[in-house]
């Protein structure tokens, strides 16, 4: 698979619930040391970090909501999740499912995810993915899952599956210490989104 870097321009304008604190793009080791050394890769992107069930990789966490309802945490979660769809690095987002009677809620997500941004440049991919939620008295469980990436749309389209591109085998060299240069980027901005989302989404059941 061919790795090679795409320029273009994009900017990010988050609305409503996704509004307040919505900087999701943590330095990530992008800062030197002061003895000019650069810093080490932080241990939640090395292995581990990408989880595989039954060969597919699923992000999941337990939302705590105490004292919630499983209809309050279904109402709190479905306003979020469809404003997500709407904001501006959304690209052709989607609710698939919203079963209040089941109380589960499924979102189809494209938007894009940004590698670097400069006066001059900006490498961007764009970045599917499903967001899945059951929702209980007191909480809830979210699932990320079906992660697609296509990159260089617009000159050579390469498309990747989280499976080939981001897991430990494929982003992370042999002595756990580094992420390879491309996949680990993508690597690397994935973790950075789903903890973004995770967290966001866990604020709002408060």
């Not at 040391?33 to 932080?42: A, H, S, W």
């Not at 939302?63 to 979660?77: E, F, M, N, R, T």
């Not at 979102?107 to 929702?135: I, N, P």
């Amino acid at each position: 698979m061919m790795r090679k870097l795409f320029f273009t321009v994009l900017a990010l304008v988050p609305i409503t619930l996704w509004a307040q604190g919505n900087v999701w793009e943590p330095d990530g080791g992008k800062q030197a040391q002061q003895d000019g050394r650069k810093p080490k890769v932080e241990a939640k992107y090395l292995r581990g970090a990408v989880p595989e069930v039954n060969g597919q990789v699923v992000f999941s966490q337990h939302l705590d909501a105490p004292g919630k309802s499983a209809a309050q945490v279904y109402d709190i979660l479905i306003q979020a999740m469809e404003q997500l769809t709407q904001t501006s690095e959304q690209i052709e987002s989607k609710m698939v499912t919203t079963d209040a009677q089941k109380h589960e809620i499924v979102g189809a997500y494209q938007e894009w995810l940004v590698f670097k941004s400069t006066s001059l440049m900006l490498d961007r991919t764009r970045f599917f993915y499903a967001l899945s939620v059951k929702c209980a008295d007191g909480g809830a469980d979210i699932e990320m899952t079906r992660i697609r990436y296509l990159y260089e749309e617009e000159r050579e389209p390469q498309r990747m599956t989280a499976e080939e591109w981001i897991t430990d085998k494929e982003s992370v060299n042999k002595k756990n210490t580094k992420l390879l240069p491309i996949s680990g980027k993508f690597r690397r901005k994935t973790i950075d989104r789903k903890d973004f989302l995770f967290n966001k989404l866990q604020s709002l059941l408060k």
